[in-house]
């Protein structure tokens, strides 16, 4: 028996995995242990769930499907993983679905247990794969997961419902057994979650280590895998998701501000993870309003901006354009809030679950009248946390909306975190007016910001709002001198945020023909083609842009001194018409819309066409 | 609801509120009242700093309000106004913040924020100037414009069925609800001062005359031949009385009201409905608040009722003192460095 436990250890630079299974199995709670497991053993990861929109769509069905797809190695990498090496599939429709995308001769395991002729219907099989030979490409491992769970459970009191619902983790344990993995992490998160619960704890406990022993004990394993932690900078780190990091950097710029932080939200998949993150934060004074619609949501933020709050609302597309005429308002009134919007798949309810990049030009021109505001976006999912507060550190410095653009790729994808030493980070002053010598509500600083005096402030009562308002003086003015000098210097101010932004760094070979321009999430998926285009002899150089409005003041040199432009998207062109626009530069476009991520593999491709077949000679 | 018991340490008077601005209301209109009386009365309520007043509107006739009250103010956008006022308020509890609205305003565009405000009991005080009619977009039917009504887009009569203010705000959970007219001055500041003392969402009704394009409206309500057979004032704990001679009353007979001839011989003030501000059942005051779409019944005015409750802004409060007794007060290295940590040396 002993002699069976020596399996080989094979050792590997990298892997992804998908976990699929019925949207009821567990799949994210599996796919996020892993993915802590995986940044505590010390990899570097990047991960990618993708759920149906129904909560529990009928069991067994191919759109009731759920996936987490992580992708970990022991070098630096910047993506989920264009396609899986292994596929843990729960059921005959996580089969289906997810097999197309599963490398040639990668691993699939399968709970066999599930492939009875109601779930092979349910997922449109005419026959079992299991035993049909049509999965003959691959490496196919059947595990009789439901009944091993329920046999390694047997006396725990509990219904076979709850028990059936373990299954995941003995998933999980396999895959750790499988990987080389302690349990630790998520021995410790099941005591944590279930301190309450001794039952569950005891069932769940066993789960994962019956999963970990089924792989030591059975003759269908021959080897197990391993991968070196990587070189990572040294530091303390910490795995964190898109919205995490987002709701974490508005509470440190709250701290460093001095400002107390009031949220006005309105749940919207998939930004409901920042309000409900930031409603634990009472220990801070953090203040959540869930509001009765979108529109309350950025209206009391406004409220809570003008009586002296660091204020945002946060939202997903079309909560973005139920926001738009309260953003003109907090144009109009130059007062400081942020907006941050997860983009999704569009337009209208879209693809809720899904990911897209098509609502930039929304976010910079969407507003009735000239109406300007500064837009940033996050490139992964712990830029996020460095967005957040550079969003408020200019929203208060320049008395303005700032739009603040993440998407649900990395709003709900995740990576190592390195801890930012809090002393290191910049306080962000706020200065309130206190005197009234020299007030004047729209009064403006060198930076053309007009003063904050909030209520409770004694003699510096003044009135506010959407119409327009006289220079310097505050009060309604129909002049149309004056309207017009408004208009220019409510842009001016923020076009000045030009000269308080950094400049765009250009990567890998500044001094090639082609560049390849992004923004926002595409980071990872372009950087990563970008290296391996050069690995295979390219010529490459990339800028990424965070900031879109303004754009930084080098963007022009940059565009003007490469021959020929790539601009890959999750839309139709957004980035690229705003360059054609600005900058009279013509750009290769590259766009898929498909709700999910740009794979490596296509940007790629287009990089090696654009630059031309020859390694770029 | 005297004040008598508190020190009055701020004394102002009804100039201190008002602003530098021109008033530009069409003359005639039920609006300078409205302002006058509100100016009159805040000297006797307003017993704070008078720079942690805040005068918050939506758009609409009624909402150039904040203009003309030498207040912090914000002029909003169109049915906004019940929300942006309540980020003020949870933002900062110390400010006492007022809404001026009108019935496009709170009703139509703004009523999904307007119940929502009652039902959390947000610590605002809202002034509806209801005028029946739009009047800024100059004389479009309003959802308080009555069945019937003869405005530029019903040319042929409303076929709409109007909101009943009070009552809408009764079925949103308001903890204050009153009503009074732009002409009754001395009433109309009795109503100000009892809104402005309610701590939790306060509702004022304030039937307001548009001269120009819906006069008339509440003439019957108003002229003094007319007024006293056609408006019942609410005062708690007295019976419900009315008309010229103090000849009519109202009895509750199961759940139907009753008017009753005191002359008859047949009812005295004995039998009459007692009306009570504090009654913790609603359903005595929305039958008093249907009198006006009842044959034969008086318009109510005065206090419907009044409950008191925790306020939004109180709920958070507490909330966040409770986890900060409990927790302590945040850290920031602790909340960022938390959850499964390694390190890279």
Known sequence: MEQEKDKELLELKEVTIRFAGDSGDGMQL???????????????????????????????????????????????IYTPGDQPDVLVAMNPAALKKNLPELKPGGIVIVNS?????????????????????????????????????????????????????????????????????????????????FAKKPEYIE?????????????????????????????????????????????????????KSGLPLFLGSYPITPASEILQYLSELKSFGVKTFQAEDEIAGITTAIGAAFAGNLAITNTSGPGLSLKSEAIGLAVMTELPIVIIDVQRGG????????????????????????????????????????????????????????????????????????????????????????EKDGYFPYARNEYLARPWAIPGTPNLEHRIGGLEKSNIYGNVSYDPENHHEMVTLRR?????????????????????????????????????????????????????????YPFPKNTKDILKSYKKILVPEINLGQLAYMIRSEFLVDVIQYNLVRGLPLRVSGILDKIIEVAGGNNGQ | ???????????????????????????????????????????????????????????????????????????GIHGRATAIATGVKIANPELDVWVATGDGDLLSIGGNHFIHTCRKNV?????????????????????????????????????????????????????????????????LQEMIKRAGLHKGTAFLEVFQNCNIFNDGAFDLLTDKDTKDDNVIELKHGEPLIFGKNKDKGIRLEGFNPVVVDLTSGHYSVNDLWVHDEFDPSPARASIIMSFDEREGFPTPIGVFRQIIKETCDEGITRQINEVKAKKGEGSLEKVLYSGNLWEVK
Request: hydrophobic share 35%.
């Open chain 2, 123 to 187: 610590d605002i005080k809202i002034v509806l100037f209801n005028n029946r009619i739009y009047g800024l977009t100059k004389g479009q039917y309003s959802p308080t414009s009555f069945k019937g009504q003869v405005t530029k887009t019903t040319p042929f009569g409303s076929v709409d069925y109007p909101f009943n203010p009070p009552k809408l705000a009764l079925g949103a959970e308001a903890t204050f609800i009153a009503r009074s007219i732009d002409k009754f001055a001395k009433h």
């Open chain 1, 203 to 255: 069932a769940n406990e066993k789960a994962l280590k019956a999963g970990y022993d089924f792989g030591d004990n059975t003759e269908i394993f021959t080897s197990r895998y391993s991968v070196k932690p990587a070189k990572l900078e040294p530091g303390v780190y910490r795995n964190i998701s898109g919205n995490e990091a987002t709701a974490l950097g508005f509470l440190t710029a709250s701290v």
């Open chain 1, 492 to 548: 001016k101010k923020i076009m000045n945020i030009q000269n308080d932004i950094p400049d765009l760094e250009v990567e890998g070979d500044k001094d090639s023909e082609l560049l390849v321009v992004g923004w926002g999430g595409t980071y990872g998926a372009i950087k990563e083609a970008v290296t391996k285009a050069r690995e295979k002899g390219y010529k490459i150089a990339q800028i990424h842009f965070c900031y879109l």
């Open chain 1, 113 to 193: 247990d599930s492939f009875d002729q109601r779930n092979l219907s349910l997922a449109n099989y005419q026959s079992n794969p299991l035993e049909d030979g049509s999965l003959a490409g691959y490496q196919v491992f059947q595990v009789p997961i439901t009944s091993m769970t329920q046999r390694a459970l047997e006396g725990i009191k509990l219904t076979p419902k709850e028990i059936s619902r373990t299954k995941n983790f003995f998933a999980l344990g396999l895959m750790y057994w499988l990987f080389n993995r302690p349990l630790d992490t998520t021995l410790n998160w099941i005591h944590q979650k």
């Open chain 2, 1 to 75: 609801m005297d004040n008598k018991t508190e020190v009055r340490e701020y004394h102002y008077t009804a100039k201190d509120f008002a602003s530098d601005q021109d008033v530009r209301w069409c003359p005639g209109c039920g609006d300078y009242s409205i302002l006058a009386q509100v100016q009159r009365s805040f000297p006797e309520i307003i017993n704070k700093p008078k720079e942690n007043i805040v005068w918050v509107s939506g758009i609409g006739c009624s909402s150039r309000f904040p203009y003309y009250m030498n207040t912090y103010g914000f002029h």
């Open chain 1, 347 to 434: 337009p209208s309810t879209g693809l809720p679950t899904k990911t897209e990049q098509a609502d930039l030009l929304q976010a910079v021109f969407g507003r009735n009248g000239e109406a300007p505001v500064c837009v940033l976006a996050a490139k992964t999912p712990s830029h996020c946390f460095d967005m957040a507060l550079e969003a408020s550190r200019i929203a208060i410095k320049y008395m303005t909306p700032v739009i603040l653009l993440t998407d649900g790729y990395i709003a709900n994808g995740s990576e190592p975190w390195r801890l930012p030493k809090i002393d290191e980070l910049p306080e962000i002053p706020v200065n309130f007016v206190k």
């Open chain 1, 30 to 76: 599996t796919g996020t242990q892993f993915s802590d497991n995986t940044a505590w053993v010390g990899n570097d990861l990047n991960t990618l769930p993708d759920y149906p929109a129904e909560i529990r769509a009928p069991a067994g069905t191919i759109y009731g499907v759920s996936g987490f797809q992580l992708h970990f190695s022991s070098d630096d």
